[in-house]
């Protein structure tokens, strides 16, 4: 199994439009590939400018918001890039692309570490962290799952949010329980 890092990418577009994006990245050899789903507006900056920046942040609430609707976080420059990062990342590294395995559905792009930066410590692992990165993967594959797979991995989480959650994991797990509830039910009416 490969080695896959959960991240925040931010990426541009041609007009200088910042997205915002939750998406683990995958480790191969030296550095790092990018296999966003066709179509999807992570693939079409990066095949714009072959640039992405990752974003190593533990703020729970900016992986649940990107899956909720929530994608305006507050942004900083990196000197010698046009991609910026979030302000709220521990660390970033910019990544450049060097080559690309094209694929109908996920093209993979190879990419090296061109730079690379740190902001603020890692304080440490938290459960209610976990459970929210947990929850964030899970809607984003809601339509690929059953609802009893769903209610029964919610509900192994909610441990994890009830014993060790602070305000911004509850926010953030609530943010997703919402979009699990609202799947759940349009299951139920079209079942």
Known sequence: MPYIRET????????GDVHIAPLGIIQEGDGWVIAPFRPSTTLANIE???????????DAKIF???LTGRKTWPLAPIGGCP????EAALAHDV??????????????HFCKVVSSGQHRPFTGMNRAKAAVLEAAI????????????????????KIA?????????????????????EHLAEVERAG
């Not at 714009?48 to 533990?58: H, R």
């Not at 990544?95 to 993979?108: F, I």
């Open 64 to 66: 649940a918001g990107c």
């Open 48 to 58: 714009a400018n072959g640039l992405a920046v990752v974003n190593y942040t533990d």
């Open 83 to 86: 991609v910026p990062r979030l």
């Open 8 to 15: 925040i990418l931010t990426t541009i577009s041609e007009a």
């Open 161 to 181: 949010i009830d014993k060790t959650a602070g305000p911004d994991e509850e926010t953030a797990f609530y943010w997703l329980l919402e979009k699990v509830i």
């Open 138 to 157: 899970l809607v984003s594959r809601l339509k690929m799952l059953p609802a009893e797979k769903i209610e029964s991995e919610i509900a192994y989480l």
């Open 95 to 108: 990544l450049k692309v060097e080559r690309v395995t094209e694929d109908d559905t996920r093209p993979r």
